[in-house]
């Protein structure tokens, strides 16, 4: 009884604190308790408005109050307010106020950090961050902040998404794009309860949209992108200027026209370098041959730097400014490796991408600025190759799980291209195992474990090797080998850098507790190191469709020695399980004192519909207990 008083007289307290506050909200038939409920902050109200004064200049002015519900909210009680060369922050002001709607703070200036907002890897960026920080640790409470920024990068305008994370309540926002009448707004809607209005100031087309009391969306297991679930509008120009550049995002052609323009004249290099280049490819037997000797060179010589300002956000280094000083960006590595393969007979392409492993696509429908990073393309009579230019040690043609699989658009003389890059297939992505176990009287024994990884399978491995020194490698296998209690006698792995790079992992394991005993019985699982784990929750009924992203093999053989004087008692019977999701088989025989178990797990990807989803957890179920079967021996009486 004392538990259910609390929890109604927090109720109580949260619905009074709200009506005392600066702003009430749940004002209509959406209550209170419905928009709080799974939430950690409400926006009570956020105004986003975006005025294009010319093609190359533009004002954002945003204001937003938000009810922090609990700790796991208190980020929104920080403001971030990003600019450089090319945006300036004209005004911040913010405001705090307790349960009870009662002042607790107002932002100062000294209370506002500025600070640079390089990167890691930046030698130089003139990127900086305005931040206000107010939060409070009595909950709940509310945050008021208001800014305005002025830019004159006008390649970019607002992508609004107001409930942008889970557990968060939106009661009311809104956005508004002031375009002159002789301009023209391109934007894509999704998931709006209701589409755009627009109407005419006389001298401005005036977008309006809005959403009201939204509930926070869950994002269910192996579903799609957050943002397919929430209402969403992008917003483009048609014509725009970035530092006296100007171009059109009326389609990919057009803004690849743009991008080849930035990137004229940038392809020189000095003699002595095409001398080398020369000489370095003259024997080679293909096209294929040549690139990937370039791009060797390439990785050899530079390094990934990056150095932002200005349009130098879009405008790469000149290849002779890369070839002198051994460092570039992704746009500068990639213009000095295009130079090279040009030097050498070799066309190839520019490309923008949106980078990152589990990145979505962009939206092919609607062209725009949607990337992050720069890659190069090189067509191929077969098959295109492409090269990640920012790695040291990335196989060439392999995209992988950063840039693999999705839309880049390629920068021709002609304009923008989009094109697809590789997709990676289940017999791309394999882990295929073979295991040898020496098994003694007390279930403890050696094993020797040969592991070949590929694709996507191999690159946690691969960053391993680069980036980390064998005592920290052999840390990693520690904590990343799933096997009985074992000690680690050596360890050694092997490259190969195809465009399906692979790598063979060789471990030589003390193995304790390898099997149990019971009086005269061993049990033995001859499931040594790929027992599957986990099942997502069930839900009664599935709202989303079923995502996988990732198809793969995993085939594992497995043989024990046995000690002399034991017979098999149980043997598990072949299991063989399907669904459209995935395939799994596992077997097990006994000749003599060997056990020689197999066991294959074959996953597709693909997007499949909510009522699959059952299939799915019924699928994990069947692997977790087939994975979980054990062989019984029963020791001999002499």
Request: hydrophobic share 35%; with cysteine; glycine share 6%.
């Amino acid at each position: 009884m004392l538990q259910i008083n609390k929890k109604l007289n927090w109720l109580c307290v949260l619905i009074c604190c709200i009506l005392l506050a600066p702003q009430a909200f749940a004002s209509d038939s959406t209550s209170l308790s419905e928009l709080s409920k799974e939430a950690n902050a409400i926006i009570r109200s956020e105004e986003t408005v975006f005025t294009v004064n010319s093609i190359n200049s533009g004002t954002l002015r945003f204001k937003t109050t938000i009810t922090i519900l609990n700790e796991n909210g208190d980020h929104r009680a920080t403001l971030y307010v990003p600019y450089s060369k090319l945006s300036k922050v004209s005004h911040i002001s913010g405001t705090s106020y307790d349960r009870f709607g009662k002042r607790l703070k107002k932002l100062k200036n000294s209370d506002i950090k500025d600070v640079s907002a390089i990167s890691s890897i930046s030698v130089y960026e003139d990127s900086r961050v305005k931040i206000a920080n107010l939060e409070y640790s009595v909950y709940p409470y509310t945050v008021e902040f208001e800014y305005e920024v002025s830019q004159s990068n006008m390649m970019f305008y607002p992508r609004w998404m107001p409930q942008d994370e889970e557990n968060l309540s939106v009661e009311k926002a809104s956005l508004q794009v002031q375009v002159p009448l002789n301009a023209k707004l391109r934007y894509l809607e999704s998931n709006l309860p209701q589409k755009v209005e627009v109407i005419n100031s006389g001298t401005h087309q005036i977008y309006n949209w809005e959403v009201s009391n939204l509930k926070p969306v869950e994002y269910e297991p192996y579903g799609p992108g957050f943002s397919e679930l929430v209402p969403m509008v992008l917003t483009a120009p048609s014509e725009f200027e970035v530092d006296g550049y100007k171009g059109s995002m009326e389609t990919w052609k057009d803004f690849g026209l743009w991008q080849h323009k930035l990137n004229q004249g940038r392809g020189a290099l000095p003699a002595e370098t095409v001398a080398k280049l020369t000489t370095l490819t003259a024997n080679a037997n293909s096209t294929e041959e040549k690139v990937r000797l370039v791009y060797d060179y390439m990785q050899g010589k530079t390094r990934y730097v990056s150095i932002q300002l200005g349009i130098g956000g879009w405008q790469p280094f000149e290849a002779n400014f890369v070839d002198s000083k051994g460092y570039g960006d992704c746009k500068a590595l990639s213009n000095y490796t295009q130079a090279m393969l040009q030097a050498v007979g070799v066309d190839s392409y520019y490309a923008l991408i949106n980078a990152g492993e589990g990145k979505a696509d962009i939206r092919t429908e609607f062209p725009s600025s949607q990337f992050n990073h720069v890659i190069l393309c090189v067509p191929m009579p077969q098959d295109t190759m492409w090269l990640e230019c920012t790695s040291q040690t990335e196989a060439a043609g392999y995209n992988g799980s950063f840039t693999g699989d999705r839309h880049a658009l390629l920068i021709t003389p002609d304009g923008g291209k989009l094109v697809k890059t590789t997709a990676y297939n289940a017999t791309d992505n394999q882990q295929i195992r073979s295991i040898k176990v020496q098994l003694d009287e007390k279930g403890s024994g050696t094993a020797s474990v040969n592991t070949r990884y590929t694709g996507i399978q191999q690159e946690t491995r691969d960053q391993l090797i680069a980036n980390r020194k064998p005592e920290d490698q052999r840390k990693w296998l520690y904590e990343n080998t799933t096997a009985p209690p074992f000690e680690i006698s050596k360890f050694s792995f092997a490259q190969k850098k195809d465009r399906v790079p692979s790598i063979h992992e060789n471990l030589e394991l003390s193995l304790r507790q390898c099997a149990t005993l019971s009086g005269k019985r061993m049990f033995v699982n001859p499931n040594l190191m790929s027992k599957w784990t986990h099942v997502p929750n069930q839900k009664e009924k599935r709202l989303t469709d079923v995502v996988r992203v990732m198809a793969y093999v995993d085939v594992d053989t497995v043989e024990i020695e046995m000690p002399v004087g034991y017979s098999v008692e149980y043997l598990p019977r072949q299991v063989q399980h399907k669904s459209v999701f995935g395939e799994y088989t596992a077997s097990v025989k006994v000749d003599g004192q060997r056990v020689t178990y197999m066991r294959r797990m074959q996953m597709n990807k693909g997007r499949f519909a909510p009522e699959t989803y059952a299939q799915l957890v019924e699928f994990y179920n069947n692997v977790i207990k087939a994975d979980a079967e054990q062989v019984v021996f029963v020791k001999n009486i002499q």
